[in-house]
């Protein structure tokens, strides 16, 4: 997982199936913008600890004319 557009690659559907599952199930409120993709890193990783290091979107702020 990473924010500002800084990695490139792909993903399985089946992998962002189980990153939306997970993440109805975070017990924070997330509130975050992110990305992800697959790695050659077989290791698992710790969902919970890379949310947690994710910066929170900001709230409360209007959508600029250009995401609209």
């Keep these: 997982l990473d924010q500002g557009d800084q990695i490139m690659g792909t993903i399985s559907r089946s992998d962002v199936a189980a990153l939306c599952l997970f993440a109805l199930d975070y017990p924070d409120e997330l509130r975050l913008t992110f990305e ?7 290791s698992p990783q710790n969902l919970a600890d890379c949310f947690s290091s994710l910066l929170k979107d900001e709230t409360g702020t209007a959508l600029s004319e250009s995401t609209r």
């Design 36 to 42: 992800t993709v697959e790695s050659d890193d077989e």
